[in-house]
């Protein structure tokens, strides 16, 4: 993937469609992620992301630990590791290594950015109120990639029980909305 | 529309996805609709959905009165009006009268339905502590309505500045993943 430095001003433009998304977080022996589909923006600039972790998750626990991440938007042909990556622990499975993703190192996080993802966004923690009630964390996006030479980046929208919606064409229309 | 009942438990699968929201608010005068993108499920059931409303809008002050609302799902027909609706005010704007949109009374709550709508559940305010500091409401689903004729809805999907993804094909795989 050919990563581009992508500006922060327009990274809730990447996350408001609603992509599937992976997390991955750092670990004392090697660095895990999981798939997640609850989140939303919160904020324009600086970009915060809200998203919903389970409480008894392991990536949870890195999370806790470490308060950084990197969300990434994978597209339609990774669909079988997204599904993979999501139905098995890093208590148990090093999801790296055993679906052939390769982490490289971000520049602002101890998190690694995943290098077949269209997009990376490297996340600090920013508010753990809603932690313990909902399991929603609130992140600061720092620092964000994208190959911006793919125009209409097939990305995944889960549906449920493993059906998931891919992302067609893009419409433009005259509008003030943000 | 054929709306059917829809079972609670499935809801967080409408919007997943990521579309584009309508959020209905009953008024004293007349009821009223903005367009909405940041949302996401927080629980499966009792289905709890978290959404972010700026707080000195119209829809906003509506709903912290009345504590209901209706969420409801356009598809790609719509766009026109999903633009049309997000770039006003209920304050200066009779949205539905103006843009041809036709509400229909609910079954649990004082917030319309849209009859134009593929979707729409019946929303209660469940969580105002974030409103403050992020404009976050948690929402419980009471009640849900859905065309379910309709196999691959063709929802839009906010890219921002009046660029929406309109929904493609579903891929089913096999998953664990609720």
Redesign the interface.
């Known amino acids: 993937m050919a990563r581009r430095n992508y500006p922060l001003a ?1 990274v ?2 990447l996350l ?4 599937v998304l992976w997390l991955s977080t750092a670990g004392r022996e090697r660095p895990n992620l999981m ?1 997640l ?7 324009f600039e600086p970009p ?1 992301v ?3 972790l389970g409480n008894q998750g392991y990536s949870d626990g890195l999370l806790r630990k470490s308060r950084e991440c990197v969300l990434a938007i994978p597209t ?1 042909e990774l ?2 590791r997204v ?1 993979a990556v ?2 098995c622990s890093g208590r148990e499975v090093d999801k790296f290594r055993a679906f052939g993703l390769t982490p490289l190192p971000a520049a602002e996080v101890a998190a690694p950015l995943i290098a077949e993802a269209w997009a990376n966004l490297e996340c600090r923690v920013h508010d753990t ?2 932690v313990n009630r ?3 964390y ?1 992140l600061e996006v720092v620092k964000a990639w994208v190959d911006t030479s793919v125009k ?1 980046p ?2 995944l ?22």
């Open positions: 327009k809730y433009g408001e469609p609603g992509p798939t589909s609850w989140h939303m923006p919160v904020e915060l809200a998203c919903v339609a669909a079988d599904v999501g139905n109120r809603m909902y399991g929603i609130i209409d097939k990305t929208h889960h549906r449920g029980m493993g059906a998931f919606m891919v992302a067609g064409g893009t419409i433009r229309l005259k509008s003030a909305m943000k």
